[in-house]
């Protein structure tokens, strides 16, 4: 089937696919350049018109290049199935969306990282699903679905730190804020800083241990509280 005809079909991603088997450096350039536009997209990197203009853009070098071309897409055998031959590249966007979750939250919001792991156990068994039986899901509704949970939980997390960002930076200040505050306020403290990557063994060892110190505890709180100045919401 022509190339052009299969790239107005929507099928861009097969088409890179397909002419990244010849080994043609210029179709893996192209190939490598699309996957990125995706990924950096569906991480919510992009705006609409970056996305659309380089994807714009990708299309375009392809049928210069190789437009008066035909490709047997013999990996593909029912039209329907188009719906989901990006299951490699947007499982890929899954996986990283959750894992990064995951990561993130296991430590001080374990909920949230279970209700990620609960989402990349459903990935995975849908990535099983998919190679026991050719037929499943082939109109890619489920496969969607899961996507759709996915993004609304990577969202709903966006939202709640910007919303949450000022009331928590002025909790971290309150607590810190006696002349000597005591373990509990400062572990608390520590606590609602790590949910923004505040790593010190130091502390934490000291907030195991509790010696009974005003110097050490004065000291935490004020690394503390240079720490919550200069919070940034990424």
């Given at each position: 089937?022509?190339?052009?005809?299969?790239?107005?079909?929507?099928?861009?991603?097969?088409?890179?696919?397909?002419?990244?088997?010849?080994?043609?450096?210029?179709?893996?350039?192209?190939?490598?350049?699309?996957?990125?536009?995706?990924?950096?997209?569906?991480?919510?990197?992009?705006?609409?018109?970056?996305?659309?203009?380089?994807?714009?853009?990708?299309?375009?070098?392809?049928?210069?290049?190789?437009?008066?071309?035909?490709?047997?897409?013999?990996?593909?055998?029912?039209?329907?199935?188009?719906?989901?031959?990006?299951?490699?590249?947007?499982?890929?966007?899954?996986?990283?969306?959750?894992?990064?979750?995951?990561?993130?939250?296991?430590?001080?919001?374990?909920?949230?990282?279970?209700?990620?792991?609960?989402?990349?156990?459903?990935y995975f068994d849908y990535k099983i699903k998919k190679i026991i039986t050719k037929s499943f899901d082939i109109t890619g509704e489920e496969f969607s679905d899961l996507g759709k949970d996915v993004i609304n939980l990577r969202d709903r997390l966006s939202t709640q730190k910007t919303l949450s960002l000022k009331d928590i930076v002025a909790k971290i200040v309150r607590l810190i804020e006696p002349r000597v505050p005591d373990y509990d306020a400062l572990k608390e403290a520590y606590d609602l800083c790590s949910g923004y990557h505040l790593i010190d063994t130091y502390i934490e060892k000291q907030l195991q241990n509790r010696p009974n110190d005003n110097n050490i505890k004065i000291a935490i709180a004020t690394t503390i509280g240079e720490f919550a100045a200069k919070i940034n919401v990424k």
């Open positions: 089937m022509n190339i052009g005809k299969l790239i107005a079909e929507g099928r861009l991603s097969e088409v890179l696919e397909e002419l990244c088997k010849t080994g043609d450096n210029t179709a893996i350039l192209l190939n490598s350049r699309y996957t990125s536009n995706e990924k950096d997209n569906n991480m919510g990197l992009l705006d609409r018109a970056h996305y659309d203009r380089t994807k714009a853009q990708i299309q375009k070098s392809i049928l210069d290049t190789y437009g008066n071309k035909s490709i047997n897409l013999t990996s593909i055998t029912n039209p329907n199935k188009s719906a989901v031959v990006n299951d490699v590249i947007d499982g890929n966007k899954i996986e990283s969306i959750l894992t990064i979750i995951i990561n993130d939250n296991n430590r001080y919001r374990p909920e949230i990282s279970d209700e990620a792991i609960v989402l990349l156990k459903k």
